[in-house]
């Protein structure tokens, strides 16, 4: 699936890959997630895609994002919109998916190998159009969660499958609790909704 003189990119949804984790009841480690996809090839860029919400006292992403800024990561972010639904409930959107998928096109004649992390279906299209510029695409994320967390056209879709499940052992570490801030949503992945 992998070679070691191959070029690689990760491409990591965030909040997909947080909700597909917290599903199969572990979180990720990303220093060992890096370590783990240096090691099967020349990893050219790691890059982490994530909607930030501005102007809260306390955002349960921002150390993470501390961390990945001075961990070898490339941090894109942007503002999450904040908007009350038709129930009243306060709801939050923040979608990635443009920047990922330019970012991906754009590197695509510097790679050999793209690996991205997520199971939106929307992604199948930025797999296809990769693929026809001659990157072999790997999607990372699971079929064992409850519910599953990959869209079947985009795995269809893709060169080769990883099940995050099966990396578990790898980059794999036991969840958190939730600092209590008196804020119910747990963390990111719950309260950025996709647009």
């Known amino acids: 699936m992998f070679y070691r003189d191959e070029r690689l990119a990760l491409f990591i949804d965030g909040a997909n890959l947080h909700g597909a984790s917290k599903g199969l ?3 990720i480690d990303y220093k060992l997630l890096r ?3 240096a090691r099967r090839g020349r990893l050219v860029r790691a890059s982490y895609y994530t909607a ?6 306390y955002s349960p992403i921002r150390p ?3 961390w990945l800024q001075y961990n070898g990561f490339t941090l894109v972010t942007k503002a999450a919109r904040e908007f009350i639904d038709g129930q009243g409930r306060r709801r939050v959107k923040g979608n990635m998916d443009i920047e990922l998928a330019v970012d991906a096109l754009t590197l695509a004649d510097r790679i050999d190998h793209a690996v991205i ?3 939106d279906g929307d992604f199948r299209a930025l797999v296809e159009g990769l693929q ?5 695409v790997s999607v990372c994320s699971s079929i064992r969660s409850s519910p599953p967390m990959i869209a079947d056209d985009l795995r269809r879709q ?3 499958f990883i099940e995050l499940d099966e990396l578990r052992d790898v980059i794999g570490r036991e ?3 939730p600092r209590d801030t008196g804020d119910t949503r747990a963390g990111l992945g719950t309260q950025i909704e996709e647009a």
């Open 25 to 27: 009841g572990f979180d």
């Open 35 to 37: 370590q783990e996809f």
């Open 52 to 57: 930030i919400l501005e102007g809260e006292e």
């Open 64 to 66: 993470l994002v501390d």
């Open 117 to 119: 992390f997520s199971g």
């Open 132 to 136: 026809r510029k001659g990157v072999r």
């Open 158 to 160: 893709a060169d080769n």
């Open 175 to 177: 969840p958190r609790e």
